[in-house]
């Protein structure tokens, strides 16, 4: 992983952390992801004229990689509507990178050397004290949990998805358009189709410069990560994609008055240290 490729992701993890929490921001859940999903297809169909159209290998992994974001929506939104951010985000994000670890060495046939596996333990010891410090004092509240450890594998799962297609893809703006596009429209469909059939306006125009912002947020930092799968192996991204959990963390602390914390500190530390590790193993 060159120090172009890091700082790719590290942009990525930041702006990741910002759409979530704009997300979690919006009362209605149904009404944040809908307006950061279709705001998402607008930005993908704006996108595709400029980009190659992905190669036909890549079809298959767009469309189970749309399925499996579909899926993860719908858990993230359970887990930030029963839980605490700055618990359900660092939960959710926290589990990916050791199971992108597994799945990449048996899809993607990727095992990481001893540098990189020992930077990718380090990160996710991190990303675990974060999830942890945000248990502590409390009764666990397993709704909440397994909503969190259940996004996590899910995240795991389009993560290697996405990786194998936008290799496959001849590129990765336009594997990132279409993406969005796909994945984009099931939701926004279903919520005006249940919920607002008169007054959808009326419902979204409060919200609407919010989900917009998220919408951009989010198709940059997946757009970084998928450019960044290009060019390092997947494991190593997932874990220095994590790294937004820091940065949850501290969104939690600063608009949700939720504590950070020594513990969290040491955590970050760790997370650095393993950053670092990562980076001598490219």
Not at 35 to 47: Q, R
Not at 87 to 109: C, D, E, K, N, S
Not at 175 to 186: D, F, H, K, R
């Amino acid at each position: 992983m060159t120090p172009l490729v890091a700082a790719a992701v590290l942009l990525a993890a930041v702006t990741h952390a910002g759409w979530n929490a704009l997300a979690h921001r919006i009362t209605d859940k149904l009404v944040g992801f809908m307006l950061i999903l279709a705001g998402g297809v607008l930005i993908g169909l704006l996108l595709a004229p400029f980009a190659a159209f992905p190669a036909p290998a890549a079809w298959p992994y767009l469309a189970v990689s749309a399925a499996v974001h579909l899926v993860y929506v719908v858990l993230l939104m359970t887990s930030f509507r029963l839980g605490d951010f700055g618990q359900a985000y660092p939960i959710a994000r926290g589990t990916a990178p050791l199971v992108v670890t597994l799945f990449a060495a048996v899809f993607a046939h990727e095992v990481p050397d001893g540098w990189a596996a020992t930077g990718i333990a380090l990160s996710c010891a991190g990303l675990t004290g974060v999830a942890l410090w945000g248990l502590r004092g409390r009764r666990p509240d397993w709704a909440a949990i397994g909503a969190a450890l259940a996004t996590g594998l899910s995240i795991a799962s389009y993560t290697v998805v996405d990786g194998l297609g936008v290799r496959a893809s001849g590129s990765a703006l336009g594997y990132t358009a279409w993406l969005m596009v796909a994945q984009g429209v099931a939701i926004p469909a279903y919520a005006v189709s249940r919920r607002w059939r008169r007054d959808t306006v009326a419902v979204l125009r409060p919200y609407a410069a919010a989900g917009l912002l998220g919408a951009l947020l989010s198709v940059g930092a997946y757009g970084l990560v998928l450019w960044a799968q290009t060019r390092a192996e997947l494991a190593p991204i997932a874990a220095l994609r994590e790294s937004s959990v820091i940065v949850g963390a501290a969104i939690g602390a600063v608009f949700f008055k939720e504590r950070f914390g020594a513990p969290r500190i040491a955590a970050a530390g760790l997370l650095v240290v393993g950053i670092g590790l990562m980076l001598h193993a490219g």
